[in-house]
Nanobody, 115 residues
Framework: QVQLVESGGGLVQPGGSLRLSCAAS????????MGWYRQAPGKERELVAF???????TYTDSVKGRFTISRDIGKNTVFLQMNTVKPEDTAVYYC?????????WGQGTQVTVSL
């Protein structure tokens, strides 16, 4: 079993920046994919970005050029740098890990973009 612990959420003004982190509770090796999803009130959970063990990132169109996903393989951690945030980025952000035929989720961290 793997637990994912997220941090870094909070309140940020439009145009500002925020960095989310997600750490796995134990070593997850190198054959895995880590990513971030988000769920806004009244909406379905959607993919934000993911990154493979080789470091190849994929982004949903609405965050391209603003968000950057990265990872530290040795620390079993994935990051999401959020720049030029918009009110529509407001959501609960969930960390996701696909490892050894299993999928794991973090508990979620709230990101609110508002004046």
């Amino acid at each position: 079993q793997v637990q994912l612990v997220e941090s870094g959420g909070g309140l940020v003004q439009p145009g500002g920046s925020l960095r989310l982190s997600c750490a796995a509770s134990r070593s997850i090796g190198t054959l895995n994919t880590m990513g971030w999803y988000r769920q806004a009130p009244g909406k379905e959970r959607e993919l934000v970005a993911f990154i493979t063990s080789t470091g190849s990132p994929t982004y949903t169109d609405s965050v391209k050029g603003r968000f950057t996903i990265s990872r530290d393989i040795g620390k079993n951690t994935v990051f999401l740098q959020m720049n030029t945030v918009k009110p529509e980025d407001t959501a609960v952000y969930y960390c996701n890990l696909r490892f050894s035929s299993n999928t794991y989720w973090g508990q979620g961290t709230q990101v609110t973009v508002s004046l």
